[in-house]
């Protein structure tokens, strides 16, 4: 069966699922790689971002392709990197419990989520840092669709997450789904770090059964 990413969004563009973190486990377990952040974007130093990699090219944290524009690095570098070459896992895996049962525990059908996964990090977006808007594929095959985790000071109204002309309402802690091939936009204007996990995973047949069989709204 080939799947598109369409098939996936055919259920709605913002998508809660079952599957999720504790919170607070989890930003205790990351207190650990406070040295680790680095600039998200290093060919726009101007906005303030930061970003911690939990699956990359080298499983080594800081700088670096994962969690940069990969198509100006493969202009500035002379490489040909795409999605599906990230995926060896950092030290933040293996030290977060919560990382380790959201990617690994199979649900009820089977699936686990790991063996879809690819690039993956955490983002922070401090007081005024922001995306501008943009979509993150225009390609005819999408290869990846994204999951993202909201965790800390991520909801209206101070922290916007823009989809369209939708402002998005999200629960900390649950996993989306989310058609991010819209237009799009984050700004944080609150007086705190918004975090998030932003996990890139393969369309394939199994990915979407698990998007599918996860569905907090059935």
Same mark, same amino acid.
């Given at each position: 069966?080939? @799947?598109?990413?369409? =098939?996936?969004?055919?259920?709605?563009?913002?998508?809660?699922?079952?599957?999720?973190?504790?919170?607070?486990?989890?930003?205790?377990?990351?207190?650990?790689?406070? =040295?680790?952040?680095?600039?998200?974007?290093?060919?726009?130093? $101007?906005?303030?971002?930061?970003?911690?990699? @939990?699956?990359?090219?080298?499983?080594?944290?800081?700088?670096?392709?994962?969690?940069?524009?990969?198509?100006?690095? +493969?202009?500035?570098?002379?490489?040909?990197?795409?999605?599906?070459? /990230?995926?060896?896992?950092?030290? @933040?895996?293996?030290?977060?419990?919560?990382?380790? +049962?959201?990617?690994? $525990?199979?649900?009820?059908?089977?699936?686990?989520?790991?063996?879809?996964?690819?690039?993956?990090?955490?983002?922070?977006?401090?007081? %005024?840092?922001?995306?501008?808007?943009?979509?993150?594929?225009?390609?005819? =095959?999408?290869?990846?669709?994204?999951?993202?985790?909201?965790?800390?000071?991520? $909801?209206?109204?101070?922290?916007?997450?823009?989809?369209?002309? $939708?402002?998005?309402?999200?629960?900390? %802690?649950?996993?989306?789904?989310? +058609?991010?091939?819209?237009?799009?936009?984050? /700004? +944080?204007? %609150?007086?705190?770090?918004?975090?998030?996990?932003?996990?890139?995973?393969?369309?394939?047949?199994?990915?979407?059964?698990? @998007?599918?069989?996860?569905?907090?709204?059935?």
């Amino acid at each position: 069966m080939i @799947v598109h990413a369409r =098939d996936i969004f055919q259920f709605g563009n913002q998508l809660p699922l079952t599957k999720g973190v504790k919170v607070s486990r989890l930003m205790d377990n990351l207190k650990q790689f406070d =040295d680790k952040w680095a600039q998200y974007n290093d060919f726009k130093p $101007e906005v303030s971002r930061q970003g911690l990699c @939990v699956i990359n090219d080298s499983g080594v944290n800081g700088p670096g392709p994962a969690i940069s524009s990969i198509h100006q690095w +493969n202009r500035k570098h002379g490489t040909e990197l795409h999605e599906e070459d /990230f995926t060896v896992t950092t030290p @933040v895996y293996d030290a977060c419990i919560d990382l380790k +049962n959201l990617f690994e $525990e199979k649900d009820h059908n089977g699936y686990s989520l790991l063996p879809h996964c690819f690039r993956t990090h955490f983002l922070r977006i401090p007081p %005024g840092g922001y995306f501008p808007p943009h979509r993150d594929n225009l390609r005819i =095959d999408q290869n990846t669709f994204r999951l993202i985790v909201p965790l800390v000071n991520c $909801e209206p109204p101070w922290m916007r997450f823009m989809l369209g002309n $939708e402002s998005l309402n999200w629960d900390s %802690g649950t996993m989306y789904a989310v +058609n991010t091939t819209l237009g799009h936009q984050l /700004f +944080n204007t %609150g007086t705190k770090d918004s975090i998030w996990l932003v996990i890139n995973a393969h369309v394939n047949e199994d990915s979407y059964n698990y @998007v599918a069989g996860n569905l907090l709204i059935t």
